[in-house]
């Protein structure tokens, strides 16, 4: 199955092919880079949960030089595999920036020489699907996110999520922590 066949998905070894590709344009400009990503892509290359996303979703580097040059070889990476590349929507996007990530793990997603994806904090990730919830892809990546925080202490768990409650878009208190009482349903049952 090709991008295309997918609804403007990307298959996991789509992905893989095109991120190690990225990781040899930027060995190739001597750039190494470790980034910090969030959303399908740790859904499909970490927990393996699914077989596609839309787009891999990253936090660029704060150095505007080294981000263009990014932007320009995510362009190239898309021509060369026919992913979405042009001046709105990318394959490899900062689109995360609007909404603020703030934290990093130890969870490596990816890796290549010159080119690393590190998973955002499962409680932050956990917020912004919480935040999303779009539906049964959303629910599920939100029930491997809350799995993956070694604690069973729903209290605690939810006031440090809630901490990463995104502004954008609004969800009211009480929805955000009626559909985190969803999620907790779903991975542990009723408490």
């Not at 990253?58 to 080294?66: A, D, E, G, I, Q």
């Amino acid at each position: 199955m090709y991008y295309g066949e997918t609804g403007k998905q990307i298959t996991k070894a789509v992905m893989v092919k095109a991120l190690s590709k990225l990781g040899d344009l930027l060995k190739a400009k001597k750039q190494r880079l470790e980034l910090v990503c969030c959303g399908g892509i740790v859904s499909v290359l970490y927990h393996g949960s699914r077989q596609m996303t839309h787009d891999v979703d990253v936090l660029f580097p704060n150095n505007p030089t080294v981000a263009k040059l990014l932007k320009e070889l995510v362009d190239q990476v898309g021509a060369e595999f026919g992913l979405e590349h042009g001046p709105r929507d990318k394959w490899f996007n900062d689109s995360v920036s609007f909404i603020g990530l703030q934290s990093k793990s130890n969870t490596v997603v990816f890796r290549h020489s010159n080119l690393i994806l590190k998973a955002a904090d499962w409680h932050e990730m956990l917020a912004h699907k919480v935040t999303a919830f779009r539906g049964a892809r959303d629910i599920n990546d939100a029930v491997h996110f809350l799995k993956e925080i070694k604690s069973k202490d729903k209290h605690a768990i939810f006031e440090k999520v809630k901490k990463f409650k995104p502004f954008v878009p609004h969800v009211a208190d009480k929805l955000f922590e009626s559909r985190f009482e969803q999620i907790w349903e779903k991975a542990y049952g009723k408490s």
